[in-house]
């Protein structure tokens, strides 16, 4: 059974810092096409950053120069690092995990950026 949890969100002022982890099991992170995904209250879910099995990185526009993914294969886990961070950040994030026709999501962490 695949299962991706998410974890690391929390409140944060703006201006500050988190780094969300996505934890993976029942599948192999190397092979899988990476990613967050985040959606704000009465919003539909968007793309925040993409990480591929080549660790070739695409990044929203909004959050570029900001945020930073990465993945540790050997601990089969997928980072976010958050600097930065603006009251429009605020959302719940969500892991996923894609190779087609596979496509797996987290249950989403909570963050919310105060101003």
């Known amino acids: 059974q695949v299962q991706l949890v998410e974890s690391g969100g929390g409140w944060v002022q703006a201006g500050g810092s988190l780094r969300l982890s996505c934890a993976a099991s029942?599948?192999?992170?190397?092979?899988?096409?990476m990613g967050w995904y985040r959606q704000a209250a009465g919003k539909q879910r968007e793309l925040v950053a993409t990480i591929n099995n080549g660790d070739n990185t695409n990044y929203a526009g909004s959050v570029k120069g900001r945020f930073t993914i990465s993945r540790d294969n050997a601990k089969n886990t997928v980072y976010l690092q958050m600097n930065n961070l603006k009251p429009e950040d605020t959302a719940v994030y969500y892991c996923n995990a894609t190779r087609v026709p596979r496509n797996y999501w987290g249950q989403g962490t909570q963050v919310t950026v105060s101003s």
């Open positions: 029942g599948l192999t992170i190397s092979i899988y096409g």
